[in-house]
Each structure stands twice: as C-alpha cells, then as structure tokens.
C-alpha cells in the first residue's frame, strides 16, 4: 500500500507519517520545502500545485492541511475541492484530518458542537471552515473519501496511550465524560483506517479511552 501524507511537516501529519512508518507502510511525505517527517519519500510540491500525475500512484491520500487564521481558514475547504478534483474518477481514498465542531449533538443532527452557546467565538472561523470542507465530501460520490473528526480536545501535545474510541456523526464521549485526544492517538485511527477502509464516503470521529 502506497501512502501519501499532504502537510508532512505539521504536527498530525507528522505524526501520521510516523504511525504508517512504524507500521511498515510505504509512505510518501508532501510538503513545500524540506521533509521534516520520517517519511523516506518526498514530494516537494505546494498542495494546490498537485496534479492527477502526482497522486496517481498512491493508493491512500491524507489531507493533513492545517490553517488556523481568519484569512487562511478557507483554504481548509479549497483543499479539499482541489484533491476531489485531482482524485476524481480514480481508486485512490483520501482521508482527510477533519474539525470536532460540525460533530452532532442531538439525535436528529440538527445541532452541532459548534452551535452550543459555549463555543468559543474565536474559533467559529475555523469549525466553519472544516464544516465546509466535509460539505464538499458530502456531494462527492466520484471521490473516495473518509473524513475523520477529532475529539473536541485535540491536544498537539497529549500521550500516545494507543487507545480510542471509533464513533461516528455524533460527539462521542469516553467513561470520564470528555471528549478528549491527542494528536498522536489520533494518528494511530488514522492509520487503521488507511489500512482498513471500512468508512468510504462517510464521516467518522474517535475520542480517546
């Protein structure tokens, strides 16, 4: 299995990497300068710079694209327009490390995370964005897609305890009540997925034990 793993250098992708590597997988880091990863290949390429060329020989694509600004979220959803389009018609999945706040919190998924009156306003620009880029999945049926939503407490710094929970459209909580993981947790479902593909053209969320 060919993997190719976009935004390399930032911390889930690299830790993403790191999990295939681990694992024996053949992986492939994208990025724009040098690959900071432990990926052994290199593609040296900005993300809307890739063509159907570049990706064709990949069986699993992640989107590891991370923006965090008012004026760079929307590129969120731009990237994932862009690799639809390039991964068009083909066998190739792409997985892409999805936001927490377009998680559903009600049974009739008409309320999300970030709808609740405690969401912090500073990052409805960014759950906004993320929610947009999983729209744009939704109306893909040319595309093999999986998108992946975090726990609400995605912590870049968090233990690799190698345990999560898988959960689906609704915000899952563990046996303490929290909706909490670590990048590098997060990286360990990413790869099962990778390897398993059991969620095509669906949405699916893990929250660590």
Known sequence: M????????????RLIVMEAVERNLDVTAVVRGENKSAAGKTIVKDLFNLTADDLRDFDVVVDAFGAWTADTVRQIPQAVVHLCDVLSGT?????????????????????TVADGPDFPDAFKPLAAAHDQALREL????????????????????????????????????????????????????????????????????????
């Open 138 to 209: 939704r109306g893909r049926n040319d595309v093999r897609w999986t998108y992946i939503s975090p726990a609400g407490d995605f912590q870049a710094e968090g233990e690799r305890t190698g345990e999560y929970i898988l959960g689906g459209e609704e915000l899952t909580l563990n046996s303490m009540g929290e909706s909490v993981i670590s990048y590098a947790d997060y990286a360990i479902a990413m790869v099962d997925e990778i390897a398993d593909g059991n969620h095509i053209r669906e949405r699916i969320s893990v929250v660590g034990r």
């Open 91 to 111: 066998d190739t999945r792409l997985l892409v490390v999805g936001g927490a706040g377009s998680l559903y919190v009600n049974r009739e998924h008409t309320l």
């Open 2 to 13: 060919k993997i190719a793993v976009i935004c390399a250098n930032g911390k889930a992708g």
